[in-house]
């Protein structure tokens, strides 16, 4: 039953979100955000806890208007997120501003593949829009596993009606995809800051230990692909800005997991640099540091 209800809570903001007025959606987004943020659940206290270590300097009502801001930043990429389609090229071109973007159209003219690698910050689905409808370039991405599956089916087609690729994150299959696409010269782009299996790489992370995907680092390895971290952050609305650092190169020496280790210690510091700048925009409302998964009862 809640399976059920999460799916058409979702599907009504899809078929309805996107046909109201654009002031009215803006403001249903900080409604709900405040409504949540007022209410102190789980969520909410786990992002001023995340934000805690963000910026430790910061006082109780620092974080609380911290959260505060998250929370709405959180809204606000989920109400553009349902008005996606209807945008056009136009909009986005004149909504959406990356510095450095060279760094992903020269290594694209190279031929030699690129992989972008982003943290939870603003809407990595709208600057995925700005890939495809103001660069004109596809590309590949990965998607989890949603329960229930009428609901990942929902955000699949909702991505590939952007003009995005997607894969299922399970099945095995991802990777080798991933490694064609690249080296056949395409693009891949990964949200990449999270990762609670197994095969996590260990990073350092505002001074506390965090585990994160190896999957973008083994790509760059494997492929010979460059690997960009991109950093985003909302200015007035609707405009949002973002960042493509310089790549993170492959060391010339060590074991791959060695290798694997520093390059993605190198993404984790260039999200940290992001997120510093733009606390309000990171939404991570989830335990992201080993302490605190370990605190979780058996």
Known sequence: M????TDGLYGLGWSTV????EPAAAALGRTIADIAWKRRGKSVLRLESNLARVVPDAGPERLAELSKAGMRSYMRYWMESFRLPTWSAERVTDNVQIKDSHHLTDGLASGRGVILALPHLANWDLAGVWVTRTLGVPFTTVAERLKPETLYDRFVAYRESLGMEVLPHTGGSAFGTLARRLRSGGLVCLVADRDLSASGVEVKYFGETARMPAGPSMLAQQTGAL???VTLWYDEAP??????????EVPETGTKAEKTSSMTQALADA???GITEHPEDWHMLQRLWLADLEERPL
């Open 18 to 21: 996107k046909k109201l007025p």
């Open 239 to 248: 405009l949002m800005r973002g960042r493509i650092h310089p790549p993170v």
């Open 2 to 5: 809640r399976e059920r209800l």
């Open 227 to 229: 690997l960009l971290p």
């Open 271 to 273: 999200y940290a640099t």
